[in-house]
């Protein structure tokens, strides 16, 4: 469903938008609903990114290092 959306901006910057508008094809709205879109992509994406800490983590414990009956036996003798 699209919905109007009045936007308050500078003349010259509505000005180089219409240019670029009639430049690239594309009306003035699908120029902002398209950065819009890149915008909540990139937050999408950053929400998936790993924290630090975690990314410092990955592959400490690679396949084939420890066996699980390894680790039990580190995790008994560490805490029993």
């Given at each position: 469903m699209?919905?109007?959306?009045?936007?308050?901006?500078?003349?010259?910057?509505?000005?180089?938008a219409?240019?670029?508008?009639?430049?690239?094809?594309?009306?003035?709205s699908?120029?902002v609903a398209?950065?819009?879109?890149?915008i909540?992509?990139k937050?999408?994406?950053?929400?998936?990114e790993i924290?630090?800490?975690t990314r410092?983590?990955r592959?400490?414990?690679k396949?084939?290092?420890?066996?699980?009956?390894?680790y039990k036996?580190?995790?008994?003798k560490?805490?029993?």
């Amino acid at each position: 469903m699209n919905s109007k959306l009045t936007l308050r901006l500078d003349e010259d910057l509505i000005q180089s938008a219409k240019s670029y508008s009639a430049k690239t094809g594309k009306s003035v709205s699908k120029i902002v609903a398209d950065y819009f879109a890149l915008i909540n992509k990139k937050l999408s994406d950053r929400q998936r990114e790993i924290s630090p800490l975690t990314r410092s983590l990955r592959g400490s414990l690679k396949k084939g290092k420890l066996s699980e009956k390894d680790y039990k036996k580190y995790l008994e003798k560490k805490y029993l």
